[in-house]
C-alpha cells in the first residue's frame, strides 16, 4: 500500500536520528488517536497535511524529537509517514516502543473512525506491519485511542481469519515452498515480514537484491515455520518496504 513521504506534510526535521528497532521489531500495530477536545475539524483532505503538521509541532514542543508516531492515518484512509517505519516510535510507552510501530489516528474525542481508516489499518496489517493489531490502552496506562476505535479492534479480532495455507515442499525446487493452494510464497529477511512470490520474475528480482533466498514460509504466519536455514539478524530494509 502506499505510504506518503514525510515530504507530503511538510515535516520539520528530527532534532536527533531516530534508533534503530530492538531485536524482534518492527511487529504488530499499535493503533492512537490525537484525542484532544471537540473535533479535529477536518473539512477535506486538503486540511490533513497541516494537522499532521500540528501534531509534530506540539510534541516537538514537550521534548519530543520529532512526531512520536511511526505512521499517521486521516480520515480519508491516508496513511502518511510520521516518523516512518526504520526508526523506533515514541508513542507507546517505554515497553513496546522499540519493538511495536505506532500509527496515529487524526481523530479528537468527538470525531468517529472511518470507514476509509479502518480498511487502511487493516491493510497496514496486512501488508506492512504483520502481527497483532493492538489498542495503545493495552500497551500502557491510558485511554488512547478512545472507546470507539477500541471497540472496533476488539471486534476484528473475534472475527474468524482466514485459515492460512498448509506450506508442502517443492521436490523441483527444494528451498521453495508452496501453499497447498498452489501459490508460491517467501519469507524474506527478519522471519516476521513475509509477502507471496507471484512469478519467476518477482524472485529473481529478491535474488538479486538479497543473494539466495534462505528462508520461505507462507504469509501471514505469525511465527512461520522456517523451512531453510535461519535468516539470522535483520539485514535491512525489503525491497516492497515504503519507500522514506
Ligand atoms: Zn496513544
Ligand atoms: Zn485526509
Known amino acids: 500500500m502506499q505510504i506518503l513521504p514525510r515530504s507530503a506534510w511538510g515535516a520539520a526535521p528530527p532534532k536527533s536520528p531516530g534508533r534503530p528497532w530492538a531485536p524482534g521489531g518492527p511487529v504488530d500495530l499499535v493503533v492512537h488517536w490525537v484525542g484532544g477536545n471537540g473535533t479535529i475539524g477536518i473539512q477535506s483532505h486538503t486540511d490533513c497535511p497541516a494537522r499532521i503538521k500540528a501534531v509534530q509541532s506540539y510534541e516537538m514542543s514537550q521534548e519530543y524529537s520529532d512526531i512520536a508516531y511511526n ?4 480520515p480519508h484512509g491516508t496513511v502518511y509517514e510520521g516518523r516512518g517505519l526504520g526508526v523506533q516510535g515514541a508513542a507507546n510507552g517505554p515497553s513496546t516502543n522499540a519493538t511495536k510501530p505506532s500509527v496515529c489516528l487524526l481523530l479528537n474525542t468527538q470525531d468517529t473512525m472511518t470507514p476509509e481508516m479502518q480498511a487502511s489499518v487493516l491493510e497496514l496489517n496486512r501488508t506492512v506491519t504483520p ?3 493492538l489498542a495503545h490502552r493495552e500497551v500502557n496506562s491510558t485511554t488512547c485511542p478512545g472507546p470507539q476505535v477500541y471497540g472496533w479492534i476488539l471486534n476484528i479480532r473475534t472475527q474468524p481469519q482466514p485459515k ?6 517443492d521436490d523441483d525446487m527444494p528451498r ?3 501453499c497447498d493452494n ?4 517467501v519469507l524474506l529477511t527478519n522471519s516476521i515480514h513475509s509477502r507471496w512470490v507471484q512469478d519467476e520474475a ?3 528480482d529478491l535474488k538479486a ?6 528462508t520461505w514460509a507462507p504469509r501471514d504466519f505469525y511465527r512461520p515455520v522456517l523451512v531453510g536455514p535461519s535468516p539470522g539478524p535483520w539485514s535491512g530494509r525489503p525491497a516492497w518496504w515504503p519507500a522514506r
Do not use: A, Q, R
Request: negative net charge; charged residues 15%; aromatic residues 4%.
Open 164 to 169: 492460512p495455507p498448509t506450506p508442502v515442499e
Open 131 to 133: 502481527g497483532t493489531i
Open 202 to 204: 518477482e524472485l529473481n
Open 209 to 214: 537484491l538479497y543473494g539466495p533466498v534462505s
Open 176 to 178: 521453495l515452498v508452496k
Open 71 to 74: 505512521l499517521v492515518c486521516c
Open 182 to 185: 498452489g501459490d508460491p510464497m
